[in-house]
Structures are given as structure tokens and as C-alpha cells.
């Protein structure tokens, strides 16, 4: 019988599991697409899912409810701003999993979790722009002056 297995472990203390959680969730909905091993996609996706449909009711409940469970004012923002919009005609499966091969180190299953109908923008949101040479050297000018 599996009675009271709700979720799968992952070889974690609970406090490490959701930590781990949380870090997913916020990088998930930072860059709505991430490169994870199988197991942790698997186990991150219905929570995802969840997020999404608390952030499509737009009450101060589940504003705070983000909060406890996101930590973070930017991705509550972004699920109650964003995410919602673009997913308020959808009843659900906001997330997919496509298996990505092994890594290469310990043959590990790896997959990527995205959003569907995802931005495809929002992967580059850290990345800074490269500057030229010529508009680096008239930077220098410019702040030497």
C-alpha cells in the first residue's frame, strides 16, 4: 500500500526539499524555461501548475498565498501580472517536460521544463548586451573628460 506518500523525496531533508522548491519555482517563473534533472522537473511541475491557478484569482489571499510560497514581490508580480493573463482561457497544463538526454557526468536524466506558449525573451533577461569596442573607448572618453 502507498499510504502517505504524497511526493517524492529526492534525497533531501524536508527544509532542503523546499528550498529547493522555492528556487525552482522563482527561476521557473524568472526565465519560464529551466534545464533540471527528470526527477526534479517531475516533482516541480505540479506546483507550478498550482502558482499559475492561484495567481489567475485576483484577491489579496492569494496575493499573500504567492508570497508564502514564492518569497519574492518580483515573481509574484510577474505570476499575477503576466502569467495570468496570458493563461486566464487555459484550465490547466501550463507547464510541459521534455526529457533532454543524460548529463554527462553521472548519466543522470535531465529535462527541461518550460511554460507553454512561453516568451521567448524572458530567457535573456540577465544576459547583458555586448558593447562594442568603439563605444567602449568612447565611454572612456566621455567619463575621462
Do not use: C, W
Not at 6 to 13: P, Q, S
Not at 39 to 68: N, R, S, V, Y
Not at 81 to 95: A, D, M, P, Q, V
Request: proline share 2%; hydrophobic share 30%.
Amino acid at each position: 500500500m502507498r499510504h502517505g506518500f504524497a511526493n517524492k523525496k529526492l534525497n533531501r531533508t524536508s527544509e532542503h526539499r523546499k528550498a529547493l522548491l522555492k528556487n525552482m519555482l522563482n527561476s521557473l517563473i524568472k526565465y519560464e524555461q529551466i534545464t533540471t534533472t527528470l526527477p526534479k522537473a517531475k516533482f516541480l511541475k505540479p506546483q507550478a501548475d498550482k502558482i499559475i491557478t492561484l495567481g489567475k484569482k485576483e484577491t489579496l489571499q492569494t496575493t499573500k498565498l504567492l508570497m508564502q510560497k514564492l518569497q519574492n514581490i518580483k515573481s509574484t508580480n510577474k505570476v499575477k501580472k503576466t502569467l495570468s493573463k496570458r493563461y486566464e482561457k487555459r484550465n490547466g497544463g501550463y507547464t510541459r517536460i521534455v526529457k533532454a538526454g543524460f548529463r554527462y557526468g553521472d548519466n543522470s536524466p535531465m529535462a527541461i521544463i518550460e511554460f507553454v506558449d512561453r516568451d521567448k525573451e524572458a530567457k535573456k533577461v540577465d544576459v547583458k548586451k555586448k558593447i562594442d569596442k568603439k563605444d567602449q573607448k568612447e565611454e572612456k572618453k566621455l567619463a575621462s573628460a
